[in-house]
T-cell receptor
Framework: AQSVTQLGSHVSVSEGALVLLRCNYS??????LFWYVQYPNQGLQLLLK??????LVKGINGFEAEFKKSETSFHLTKPSAHMSDAAEYFC???????FGTGTSLTVIP | GAVVSQHPSRVICKSGTSVKIECRSL??????MFWYRQFPKQSLMLMAT?????????EQGVEKDKFLINHASLTLSTLTVTSAHPEDSSFYIC???????????FGQGTRLTVV
């Protein structure tokens, strides 16, 4: 069974618009949740993570995500998209870092 | 933040030869390292979990005799692709856990091309 599901392999938003990237995880994995960003031919950079504590997590570059246990979700948001946000975004979960299929974000000027 | 160095960043090899990829934690000790494979425009697929001083745990469907993993020290894990074939061409990425920290730090990846 898929441990992490990212709805929408491609998301396009206008510059300045809200960014919402969806992630749902399986309740069978420990609720350690992560969002990573990947630029072409590069490794992964951690945007933010949830392990314990406050369910609303703030990360780098203005991104944040909210852990909702009842919905087994950890959606990534940013109030205002910037051109530099265009990249591939991966949600990961569990202590073995199972990754979702990724979402390619395009920002339209 | 902690740094993970992966070497080489790119490698081209002939079919039938073996290639070794190194993953080093530069400023911390990594008791656990992970190896992933990423196909173009796809997600990272966990291949194996490597614990220092013990045998790696491979994910279902990953051939342990083809993808040899050695984690001989707390700062180094290696992945050897044996008898490489063109279908092994891919982007390989490692990550390392710093002690009890739940955050994994990723290497920059290795682009393997088998010709």
């Amino acid at each position: 069974a898929q441990s992490v599901t990212q709805l929408g392999s491609h998301v396009s938003v206008s510059e300045g618009a809200l960014v919402l990237l969806r992630c749902n995880y399986s309740s069978s994995v420990p609720p350690y949740l992560f969002w990573y960003v990947q630029y072409p031919n590069q490794g992964l950079q951690l945007l933010l993570k949830y392990t314990t504590g406050a369910t609303l997590v703030k990360g780098i570059n203005g991104f944040e995500a909210e852990f909702k246990k009842s919905e087994t979700s950890f959606h990534l948001t940013k109030p205002s998209a910037h051109m530099s946000d265009a990249a591939e975004y991966f949600c990961a979960a569990g202590n073995q870092f199972y990754f979702g299929t990724g979402t390619s974000l395009t920002v339209i000027p | 933040g902690a740094v993970v160095s992966q070497h080489p960043s790119r490698v081209i090899c002939k079919s039938g030869t073996s290639v070794k990829i190194e993953c080093r934690s530069l400023d911390f000790q990594a008791t656990t390292m992970f190896w992933y494979r990423q196909f173009p425009k796809q997600s990272l697929m966990l291949m194996a979990t490597s614990n220092e001083g013990s045998k790696a745990t491979y994910e279902q469907g990953v051939e342990k005799d083809k993808f040899l993993i050695n984690h001989a020290s707390l700062t180094l894990s290696t992945l050897t692709v044996t008898s490489a074939h063109p279908e092994d061409s891919s982007f390989y990425i490692c990550s390392a856990l710093q002690g009890a920290n739940t955050e994994a730090f990723f290497g920059q990846g290795t682009r393997l091309t088998v010709v």
